[in-house]
């Protein structure tokens, strides 16, 4: 079945690319269960993350919320989560709390992504957390 989540996340993401935001989430949950029934925790925090993202670009914050939290979640759960992954799952994050006026905690956010971002050599990503940062 990993193979139709795989299918399903690859669909989701030509929806998304060609705007159709509504049908992404569909499918990302579709195969975000998948993982979830399958034990996948990683293919289901991607596209927990993912389906958290349609949303935060929607300005849908609240309902991004609990996507980017079970996410994380996940990533945190597991010793073989990839770096990139993390910080790219605390990034949106750091953008959700800024977008409620949570100073604080999007600065421990975007200060954790940073190191991360160094640590994987995504040199874009450490600029983009040190311009939050000073904005903050």
Same mark, same amino acid.
């Given at each position: 079945m990993a193979d139709e989540g795989?299918? *399903?996340a690859m669909r989701a993401k030509a929806e998304r690319d060609a705007g159709r935001s509504e049908a992404a989430i569909? *499918? !990302?949950? &579709?195969?975000?269960?998948?993982?979830?029934r399958d034990g996948d925790v990683l293919a289901l925090a991607h596209r927990l993350r993912h389906i958290g993202d349609i949303h935060l670009d929607a300005g849908r914050i609240d &309902?991004?919320?609990?996507? !980017?939290d079970e996410a994380l979640a996940l990533y945190r759960s597991r010793q073989d989560a990839k770096p990139?992954? *993390?910080?790219n799952a605390l990034r949106p994050l750091a953008l959700l709390c800024e977008a409620r006026k949570e100073?604080?905690?999007a600065r421990l956010y975007w200060t954790e992504a940073r190191a991360l971002y160094e640590q994987t050599g995504v040199a874009a990503g450490v600029a983009e957390c040190t311009r939050h940062l000073a904005a903050l």
């Open positions: 795989r299918a *399903l569909a *499918l !990302y949950g &579709q195969a975000a269960e998948i993982a979830r &309902q991004a919320a609990p996507f !980017y990139l992954d *993390l910080a100073p604080e905690a």
